[in-house]
C-alpha cells in the first residue's frame, strides 16, 4: 500500500503516522481529533487509561490536547 500525503495537516506528520491515523480512525482530521477527544476523556476518568505513544506525539504534532 502507498501512501500519500493529501491534505495541509498531513504536511506535519510522517508517513508512518499518517498510516497509524489511518488505519485507527477514518484518516480525516475530523476522526483524529474525535479520536483525540475520547482519549482524553477516557483518561480523565480512568487514571491508568492511557492514549498509545504513536497517538500522543501525532496529537501534540497537530497541537490537540490528549
Known sequence: MRIKRKAKWESKLTLAEIKHLRENTD?????????????????????????????????RKLNEPV
Open 27 to 59: 484518516g480525516t482530521l475530523r476522526g483524529a481529533k474525535e479520536t483525540f477527544k475520547v482519549q482524553k476523556q477516557l483518561r480523565e476518568r480512568h487514571d491508568a487509561m492511557e492514549p498509545c505513544w504513536d497517538c500522543r506525539f501525532i496529537a
